[in-house]
């Protein structure tokens, strides 16, 4: 037997204004896109953009239902809507960004499991790595390199 380690690297910026030029952009999108979010159960809203590679963005935000596992989160809203119009796009960056009508979200809002085994889908398919920066409403915006680097172990097509 031996035991064997993962690690993770990320990056923690203080502020928007540390980010990259384009992250900026892209994180503002994604704070906008948020305000449209229709959360109207859990009053959490979250938005998400996507800087493709033929220089657009795509949004997206969290969509609930009466009946709640039927709601979706950003992340996907995002994605699925931009493959659904390019199925041959390519993700270079998402960034996302969370905020509460309860409380203030002071710590980064990664995306959920669901959402990154979505994303890793992605990933795979276009053999490059997808930057992830996330936030919540104040306080440090987190960046990892790859969606791998927040899913380990994911499951992916060689299985089948
Ligand atoms: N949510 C997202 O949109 N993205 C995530 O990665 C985490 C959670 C949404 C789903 C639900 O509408 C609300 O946040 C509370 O869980």
């Known amino acids: 037997m031996k035991i064997h380690n ?14 990259p030029v384009d992250v900026q952009k892209l994180m ?7 305000n449209n979010a229709y959360a ?25 239902n009466a009946a709640y596992p039927s709601g979706l989160c950003a992340e996907r809203v995002a994605v699925f809507h931009a493959s659904a119009k390019d199925p041959n796009m390519e993700i270079l960056k998402i960034a996302i960004a969370a905020s509460s009508e309860i409380n203030t979200v002071s710590k980064p809002v990664g995306p959920c499991g669901a959402c990154r085994q979505v ?21 440090d915006i987190i960046r990892t390199d790859s969606v791998a680097d927040l899913l380990p172990f994911g499951f992916d097509k060689s299985y089948l």
Do not use: C, H, R
């Open 6 to 19: 993962i690690s993770t690297a990320f990056a923690v910026y203080n502020k928007i204004d540390e980010l």
């Open 28 to 34: 503002e999108a994604a704070i906008k896109i948020k």
């Open 40 to 64: 109207p159960y859990s009053k959490f809203k979250v938005g998400a953009a996507l800087l493709l590679k033929d220089g657009t963005i795509a949004v997206g935000n969290n969509q609930e």
């Open 119 to 139: 994303l890793s889908e992605y990933e795979v398919k276009q053999q490059k790595e997808i930057e992830i920066y996330f936030m919540g409403e104040i306080g």
